[in-house]
T-cell receptor, first 114, second 113 residues
Framework: IAGITQAPTSQILAAGRRMTLRCTQD?????MYWYRQDLGLGLRLIHY???????GKGEVPDGYSVSRANTDDFPLTLASAVPSQTSVYFC?????????????FGSGTRLTVV | RKEVEQDPGPFNVPEGATVAFNCTYS??????FFWYRQDCRKEPKLLMS???SGNEDGRFTAQLNRASQYISLLIRDSKLSDSATYLC??????????????FGKGTLLTVNP
């Protein structure tokens, strides 16, 4: 692993199903984030974690939950998927208090909820 | 006013052209500013940071005007490989979490042969 790995790369999911998007980093970054990207709306922060054991809500947290049991992993769970959660999901990490420096993104998960 | 606003584009320019992107931000206490580049169906990647004194990296020049809350990116001598979406990015003020980036919606640039 080099950088951030997201899985799966893409997924078609039936509405009402539970789904966990995986994110793992090997850079020992303390902060991790989940964004969703939608056409016309740009990247929006779902949840974040400043350090292992802590999480916080971003701009669009409803319908999503996260956990940060260790430094490397930051899974995003959709408890009961709805079609409006169809999006591209990006996980990111950083190790600087300034955020933008050393901010690394995963390659994304394309999720379609039908 | 949205937190970060960019020219919606799209911009279509010929190779060799100079193109400028503009961005405004609403929070006067914002601390750090960046331009990211995102290729089609790929993740965003840091292009350059933006300083009040200006920042130049080859054909790319970024400027910050704190008084006007305005950020710009200038690309000179455009190449086909510059075709991408350019994202204006801002970090919040100190006191909150400094880690969270706020992204503009992006401006699509297509450089034509």
């Amino acid at each position: 692993i080099a950088g951030i790995t997201q899985a799966p790369t893409s997924q078609i999911l039936a509405a009402g199903r539970r789904m966990t998007l995986r994110c793992t980093q090997d850079m020992r970054h303390n902060a991790m984030y989940w964004y969703r990207q939608d056409l016309g709306l740009g990247l929006r922060l779902i949840h974040y974690s400043n350090t292992a054991g802590t999480t916080g809500k971003g701009e669009v947290p409803d319908g999503y939950s996260v956990s940060r049991a260790n430094t490397d992993d930051f899974p995003l769970t959709l408890a009961s998927a709805v079609p409006s959660q169809t999006s591209v999901y990006f996980c990111a990490s950083s190790d600087s208090a300034a955020g933008g420096y050393g901010y690394t993104f995963g390659s994304g998960t394309r999720l379609t909820v039908v | 006013r949205k937190e970060v606003e960019q020219d919606p584009g799209p911009f279509n320019v010929p190779e060799g052209a100079t193109v400028a992107f503009n961005c405004t931000y609403s929070n006067s206490a914002s601390q750090s500013f960046f331009w990211y580049r995102q290729d089609c169906r790929k993740e965003p990647k840091l292009l350059m940071s933006v300083y009040s004194s200006g920042n130049e990296d080859g054909r790319f020049t970024a400027q910050l005007n704190r008084a006007s809350q305005y950020i710009s990116l200038l690309i000179r001598d455009s190449k086909l490989s510059d075709s991408a979406t350019y994202l204006c990015v801002v970090t919040p003020q100190k006191g909150g979490s400094n880690y969270k980036l706020t992204f503009g919606k992006g401006t699509l640039l297509t450089v034509n042969p």
